[in-house]
């Protein structure tokens, strides 16, 4: 059988799960070099995932030169997606980029034109989401008809408060709540609608953690949403949440309602104690996501394997960023904008 | 509108709670007498309930021959049960009677005997859990054929830990976890079933509070019945769980399952704390079956104002303790027993 | 035992399930006197629940001029209850009044100047969701500070389709979704967050009833407010859920989140069939709101006899009233309006 | 990274599933010969799965004794399991054996004395329960003594009736609910309580399928233990649940209570329908079991590259199968049985 031969670019804590995908968990895939700007971090993922020394590297460019790599899986920090796209893209490599595509709407519109230029290399974007098999579930009941058309998305995103420490240490280069975290909001939004935003408010403040302040951020934010078809979107970030890493979704349809993960838990367990019969919570998105990343990388293999387009597309990287610009920008200006 | 003006006898926990129902909380009901072998006792609740010192007695006899008295509620210890319908009935008064019906099958035969003397008078006993509105909805159901034939019936009934000093007070007076607690589940199991049990086997023991022992009983017990039917039916008693007062019944039929307060709640409030998604849990019989208690009294009462004949009746408190004893005396022997 | 004597006015679905309230199901009340335009619906009434012909009235300021009437439950037309209250205050009479106040803020200010006029006499608004038994729960556990400080409030209320007949009929003359139906919300909003909104956005559409439209509605609404102390607060109104009456509020803390009926039922009965594991819902608010319609009364009884201040009062019927003409007036601009 | 080389005998539905996983889904695994009593299928598991037509096989024996085989596993019908143990150890293979063991108790001897015979192999059963990640979830708890000691345990095992046609083909030489279905709530029950049945009486019948009768089965069956250690044991076992492939498991302890997958969803879904709020169930048995398929064989491997003992062994593969045909005696002479 064919397998897509991958190289990595950066295996901080997400890299390294989806290096352990490609090289273990998908049948269609494998590892064939590893690249960190810390060299060592890279050569000690390469040695554990039995990759040859050959193929490990400091310069995202080098692995995407190395005439083993067909396909590239960029899980580097924000700043440097459309420089290592550039790279992969030169080289004639396919694709996979993690979200969100850039830390500016003009670098994302650079990385459109650089994907536009080789319409014959697959591009997909890591809004793995999409991939998880509830919100597949759901996304063929709503294909399906069975809910109706949609009135109300309402989406929540929460990090639990037993991570908080290195929430805020990563918090200050993160972007902020809307182009870190309500960006997955964003793409589902966008994905279940099939519409982008007419007009949109963004409101929030430091309600535990005053230094988000200092951030131009808030520690809890949301967004009403009125889309270009007149769906309703409503979504909620948060940084602290008691119970664990809590994304719930539901989309409210005029024959039915669905909801996904109310209740965010990864086991089938009921504990029945003094505090009642509880079902106990995600501490961690990997966790969460875990199929989800697996799923999404086999769908863009099998995409690069059957030369057939990927979603999301770069195209959906730009929307997501710009609508999270304007969440921010209404945030901070506290008024009601309108999207061109 | 006529009002059934009714004299309660025994005014503890429960009977206070059946005075209320009575004289407020039913529209068709007034509470004209009560009676407490403690005399400070009925007078207080009379007083506070608005019924004058005529009609405040020590003597169920006394009350059950006040000619104001049109029916009686017997909430008394069990061992006094039968000679109060003895004084209801000589006296010509419709009785409702606590369960379970006597502390003996020898009392039971005697009870039936009386109420059969007086074919005009209405008789119901206490089995409350048929009136609660959950086990009517899942009742409902199974009358219309909506799980097909019953398989197996399951049912829990479990004291909360949080109750535990007055359980264990009360616990060598109470005739033990199958004449006092699971007999409410032999009564839903021949009210589900329609049958009564072929074979039975009973189980259990000392699990935490050793003391049962000495009282010829477990603080956890549990038996299998076949019922002459062929249902399988399987009940297990407990005394100290950890999260509330805990009464689930299972039905499982040919067509569908239906169960009956899993999570044993009053409220519809989900808390999200460090335990994980939480519902917090009933730590009170009264508060569970509230709505059950007023229930049965509008039905009898109803009965009564119509001359219809009454469930559950004087010859399910006798089955329902013949059954009781059965277990008992299985779980004392540790062998399958069967019925006559 | 003290009574309180109350007339009702207005004897419709709810007026009539008040005057049961009154005269069975709460031991402080009793019902003296009917009114309703229609005299024979009055006079039914009171024929059925025991009330003399001599104290059925067809005129509202004919009953509160009743010297028998300690107390007026005003059940009208929205469009007389300023009306009413200036007979029954006239009059000297307590009252409990329905929602809304008045379908203007206008006339909120002259029902405000009448209460104002007599701080003597008790005066209590029917936002009967406050003394619901779980939003009692949540309250306490908010008061508590076991959740910590609010950050959102989540609201939805929505009417299920199985009584869309009903819904469409009324439509015309409600005020529409949400001086009708959000107004709920926007009581639970201000009392939940103790604090007023500074801004609002309401948007909305008509995703199945294009007849909403004529009526300057939509059939499905949504809002967000940010409060004066920055808690922020989204409601969403159907009309045409498609599992039942949902009222559904949410309140995420920064310790902890509350989450009250989010599956909104009524038994503990689940159902396991082909369609899975199903609890089914209320299709009727009264079943839903039973409780909190009792409770209410006995809380306002329990005023006037002890002569202490009402909750929610007339200043509450105001404020909810403005706010719900706000959002109306943003929905028709699309745009964010600020409150002074 | 050294990886064990595993040889799978028998494809078939489940055979399949692990051949998959060891060539996929398992990073220490590489599959490395096929045999299926029918070649053809055999060699199109290869082929898909890029194994070499050298190392396929119709006979079992020839793959034992093929030299790039470290390990077997044994996915063939139960009546050859013992068989196929035997050619494994006399090649010196280690042994994953799927359950049960074999179809008599006198088989099972055998295979302990096989076992027994070479230490230094490592052989493992595929009671796979163990390795659900909800279980390990629930273990976790119980070891660290979370629910304080156990009082009952209770499990359902159910098929569902949208697979009824495969089920009652498959019936007659399943062994029966006992053998086939129940000996996993055996193997579930001896684990979780440390214990062996002392006592037991198993009844049931058919309920809905007559044609179990003629196989000297039924269509429904359950069981009551009592452990030696005292702990009470129920379990219950059906073939054609309305819901869905429902495997749910309950230890109820003296300082709390576990229940596992008392829905048995593997989405996180809720859908608002007419039906209520529902969660759909699984329909299979593979979706539901599929993490404990590849965790299992995890654990096997580990064991055999690590050198270290397996659980469950084959001496709990005779234990589950004497008492399931204990299970299977008590039924048929509906009567209580001893173990020895």
């Given amino acids: 059988m064919k397998k897509l031969k991958i190289g990595i670019i950066g295996v901080g804590r997400l890299g390294y799960e989806h290096a352990c995908n490609i090289q273990y968990r998908i049948p269609t895939t494998e590892l064939v070099a590893v690249c960190d700007r810390n060299f060592d971090k890279a050569a000690k993922v390469a040695d554990e995932l039995g990759i040859s020394r050959d193929h490990v590297y400091s310069s995202g460019k080098d692995l995407c030169n190395d005439p083993e790599v067909e396909a590239v899986a960029i899980v580097t920090n924000t700043d440097s997606h459309v420089e290592m796209i550039e790279y992969a893209y030169a080289a004639g490599k396919h694709v996979f980029c993690e979200k969100p595509l850039a830390e500016t709407v003009e670098k994302c519109k650079k990385a459109e034109k650089i994907v536009a230029s080789r319409p014959d290399l697959i591009f997909q974007l890591g809004f793995m989401r999409r991939y998880d098999y509830s919100y597949e579930v759901a996304k063929k009941k709503i294909d399906n008809g069975d809910i109706g058309d949609i009135i109300l998305v309402r989406c929540y995103s929460q990090d639990p408060i037993s991570i908080i420490k290195g929430t805020l240490e990563y918090a200050p280069r993160s972007g902020g709540q809307f182009i870190d975290m309500s960006i997955h909001d964003i793409d589902l939004i966008r994905w279940l609608t099939k519409s982008e935003p007419a007009k949109l408010w963004a409101i929030g403040g430091c309600y535990e953690f005053k230094q988000y302040k200092d951030w131009d951020d808030g520690d809890n934010v949301s967004c009403l949403m009125q889309m270009k078809n007149?769906?309703?979107?409503?979504f909620f970030a948060g940084r602290a949440a008691a119970h664990g890493s809590a994304v719930e979704t539901e989309i409210v349809g005029t024959r039915g309602t669905l909801r996904i993960a109310s209740v965010p838990t990864d086991s089938l367990v009921e504990?029945?104690?003094?505090?009642?019969?509880?079902?106990?919570?995600?501490?961690?998105?990997?966790?969460r996501w875990h199929g989800a990343y697996i799923?999404?990388?086999?769908?863009?293999?099998d995409h690069v394997l059957n030369n057939t387009p990927a979603n999301p597309g770069v195209l959906d990287g730009t929307a997501s960023t710009s609508i999270a610009f304007k969440c921010k920008e209404s945030f901070l200006k506290n008024t009601l904008l309108t999207m061109e």
Same sequence: chains 1, 2, 3, 4.
């Fill in 230 to 234: 007149d769906i309703m979107a409503f």
């Fill in 271 to 287: 504990v029945m104690s003094k505090h009642g019969v509880c079902r106990e919570c995600y501490q961690d998105f990997l966790t």
């Fill in 295 to 301: 799923k999404e990388m086999e769908v863009f293999t």
